[in-house]
């Protein structure tokens, strides 16, 4: 019978000589023996067949998330999305809090001091609100977008506020109202559910999402404005959701990059580098926590 050598029968299955030498030491390879310190290798033996792996599939961004806020663990990546996401998110909505004392409120359930200075209570409801919307989209990233899961985030976000005590406002509904934002006219609410409908069939519809289609729908959306107030937020906070969901880098929004931001979405139809280029330079400081984290992505 003729014989091969380790990296003879390498070189003819196309492996490595140490996964050759691994196969003998194990007894995978028939008729296989060794001869000192080498192994004698049939010429007509088979090529194992790879067991299939058992491990654990790789920790996403999203398992982690859940595992972590399952967990109620501090001092991670759930963490900091919790407090960098909200704070930024509501500070460019306005909100007078400091992204020291969203971090004290999410952290302690408390106000803590505030410096002699008013904090309206409003901030406040608002912050809280946020922190639970997340819970929401982490615990929903794989749902497709609906707008039972849209109207459910506004609820969460506005319940509690003095917004939602007035007659006009409708919580967890589309506007009532016409509105404009950044001066710039909206969605009548007469046609906001049918415009709703339409931007969901043109997403869900869609076999792979891109980085640009989620620029697409968020610009969509902001242009629709659906509800009274809290449209961004909302938005922004789908905006992450999907990123969770296709496995895209997710961004948050600062309030450096606010400008930015409003006007790429303000010139999204006739320049769509501006938008991008923003939220591509948000991906990139969000790829430093996760580089931190050691989270792979």
């Not at 380790?6 to 194990?26: D, H, I, P």
């Not at 004698?40 to 859940?66: C, E, F, S, V, Y």
């Amino acid at each position: 019978m003729t014989y091969l050598s380790v990296q003879e029968a390498a070189e003819k299955w196309g492996l490595s000589a140490r996964s050759v030498r691994n196969y003998c030491a194990a007894g995978r390879i028939a008729g296989a023996f060794q001869t000192g310190r080498s192994w004698n290798i049939p010429a007509d033996a088979q090529l194992p067949h790879r067991k299939p792996r058992t491990g654990t599939k790789p920790r996403t961004l999203l398992t982690i998330l859940r595992q972590e806020k399952a967990n109620q663990q501090k001092g991670g990546i759930y963490h900091r999305i919790q407090i960098d996401l909200t704070y930024n998110s509501n500070h460019i909505e306005g909100s007078r809090l400091s992204h020291e004392e969203t971090r004290y409120i999410y952290e302690t359930n408390t106000i803590g001091q505030t410096n002699n200075r008013n904090i309206n209570v409003d901030d406040i409801v608002e912050t809280m609100n946020h922190f639970r919307c997340i819970d929401r989209i982490i615990d929903t990233a794989e749902n497709r977008i609906t707008e039972k899961m849209i109207k459910e985030l506004h609820r969460q976000l506005k319940s509690g506020t003095s917004d939602s005590r007035q007659s006009w406002f409708a919580v967890g509904d589309y506007k009532r109202l016409p509105n404009e934002v950044g001066g710039n006219p909206t969605c009548p609410p007469e046609e906001v559910a049918t415009k709703i409908k339409e931007l969901l069939t043109w997403y869900n519809e869609r076999k792979n999402i891109s980085f640009d289609d989620l620029l697409e729908f968020h610009h969509r959306f902001e242009l629709i404005h659906p509800f009274q107030d809290g449209n961004g937020r909302v938005g922004r906070l789908l905006l992450f959701k999907e990123c969770l969901h296709h496995k895209i880098v997710p961004f948050i929004i600062t309030d450096q990059l606010k400008l930015f931001y409003y006007r790429g979405l303000a010139n999204w139809k006739n320049e769509k580098g501006w938008l991008r280029d923003t939220c591509l330079t948000a991906q990139d400081a969000f790829k430093k926590h996760l580089d931190y984290f050691r989270i792979s992505y």
